[in-house]
Antibody, heavy 118, light 107 residues
């Protein structure tokens, strides 16, 4: 069965960076993109971007494109999302999901809470 | 950028009743529209893709319809576990935005 397992919760200070991992199993990793979505406390879903696990192509939201780096490691079927220059408004649960690049996200990770606080 | 507007913001119904949720796009998305359910403390889960196709394991009481700019998610007879927040998302063009969500609460 398809599973996406994310790394654990993080607490960061303003200005720092965070890197969240998403390990996929149960399917051929390089045949789908991985999408990243975040959800601030009590708010809706915000699309951040996707990365193709096949060729590394990416598409990012304008709101984070200058601060985010998405990568994949096909040898371990793991996707990564790094967000730099964190501010308090980056406090959110970050989700990875299988899909993107014209495909709907179908399987989701459990989420990673990132708290930005001084 | 395509904006998705969901209505109503909150829907109060009783178990056994029929729920009708709306998602309107600012421009045509053809049928590149998905619906997700999110329960408190959980990740979203896929209900409907391509506007009207049920995802694997989704009960028949959930149905989606529409094309172009107007879409509907219908739950024919509400079960207690259906009370949650529902989001639509268009995935045909970038950015693949989500709607703001509809909260379905027990009346």
């Amino acid at each position: 069965q398809v599973q996406l397992v994310q790394s654990g919760a993080e607490v960061k200070k303003p200005g720092a960076s965070v890197k969240v991992s998403c390990k996929a199993s149960g399917y051929t990793f390089n045949t789908y993109a991985i999408t990243w979505v975040r959800q601030a406390p009590g708010q809706g879903l915000e699309w951040m971007g996707w990365i193709s696990a096949y060729n590394g192509n990416t598409d990012c939201a304008q709101s984070v494109q200058d601060r985010v780096t998405m990568t994949t490691d096909t040898s371990t079927s793991t996707a990564y999302m790094e967000l730099r220059s964190l501010g308090s408004d980056d406090t959110a649960v970050y989700y990875c999901a299988r899909g993107g690049n014209g495909w709907y996200p179908d399987y989701w990770g459990q989420g990673t809470l990132v708290t930005v606080s001084s | 950028e395509i904006v998705l507007t969901q209505s109503p913001g909150t829907l109060s119904l009783s178990p056994g009743e029929r729920a009708t949720l709306s998602c309107r796009a600012s421009q045509s998305v053809s049928t590149y529209l998905a619906w997700y359910q999110q329960k408190p403390g959980q990740a979203p889960s896929l209900l409907i893709f391509s506007a009207s196709s049920r995802a694997t394991g989704i009960p028949g009481r959930f149905s989606g319809s529409g094309s172009g700019t107007d879409f509907t998610l219908t739950i024919s007879r509400l079960e207690p576990e259906d009370f949650a927040v529902y989001y639509c998302q268009q995935y045909g063009s970038s950015p693949p935005n989500f709607g703001q969500g509809t909260r379905l609460e027990i009346k």
